[in-house]
């Protein structure tokens, strides 16, 4: 064990037996990080929760008595922090967390273990909520294969999937947060976003790790589906 920079001391993984060097350095990553710390002594299910906490203190787009989607949402940590921001627990607001994988219940939060790319996925939401929602989180990551023209493509697919789905749930008024990578959202998807919500801003917040190209596209002000927008 040594001290890094900041004084705080770094613990070093050896390799041997059958650990991979990804795996090595994954798990040294994951030991050295102080957000993974402070989540585990703030009983949050994952890091990432701090970096909706601090695109929600600077914009502040949750509000108590809001309905909230939250795809691709375990571990959970994300809809922790929309229940508590919504009053979900109280039922003043509502969270429904959507997950290929099985998710542990969270207090306020209904789960429904599905893809939100099927047809029938924005009818199955809007029932769970019994309406629109306000806001539609989306911290998915596509799994990689290493190569990058591929990964981009699927990580692409995966945000503009996000962004459909929004505009097929989203109440006028509502906010999308999805995170893409790199540059942030395409060129098509940005002029997409701008034609559908007021305002269109990329941000990156300080827990993202500083080795990792994530970012996240904030939308707010959804203009409505062409039906519901008002005439010219």
Excluded: C
């Amino acid at each position: 064990m040594a001290k890094d920079t900041t004084g705080r001391l770094h613990v070093t993984v050896k390799t041997g037996g059958k650990r991979k060097l990804s795996s090595k350095l994954w798990l040294e990553r994951q030991l050295n990080d102080p957000y993974v710390a402070q989540a585990r002594r703030e009983g949050l299910r994952s890091r990432a929760a701090y970096k909706l906490i601090e695109i929600d203190d600077k914009y502040h787009f949750l509000k108590p008595g809001m309905s909230v989607v939250d795809l691709g949402a375990a571990p959970g940590g994300w809809s922790q922090i929309a229940a508590k921001r919504v009053g979900a627990a109280d039922r003043r607001g509502k969270v429904v967390a959507i997950d290929l994988l099985e998710m542990p219940e969270i207090p306020g939060v209904s789960f429904a273990q599905l893809d939100f790319l099927k047809e029938d996925a924005p009818g199955r939401l809007l029932k769970m909520i019994g309406g629109r929602a306000d806001v539609v989180l989306s911290d998915m990551a596509a799994n990689t294969t290493g190569h990058r023209k591929t990964d981009q493509l699927r990580i692409l697919g995966l945000v503009e999937g996000a962004a459909a789905f929004a505009s097929d749930v989203l109440n006028p008024g509502g906010t999308f947060v999805a995170k893409v990578f790199q540059s942030g959202a395409d060129a098509e998807l940005l002029a997409q976003l701008k034609r559908d919500f007021a305002s269109v801003r990329h941000v990156k917040p300080a827990s993202s790790r500083q080795d990792s190209s994530e970012r996240y596209v904030l939308a707010m002000g959804f203009r409505g589906q062409p039906k519901d927008r008002p005439e010219p």
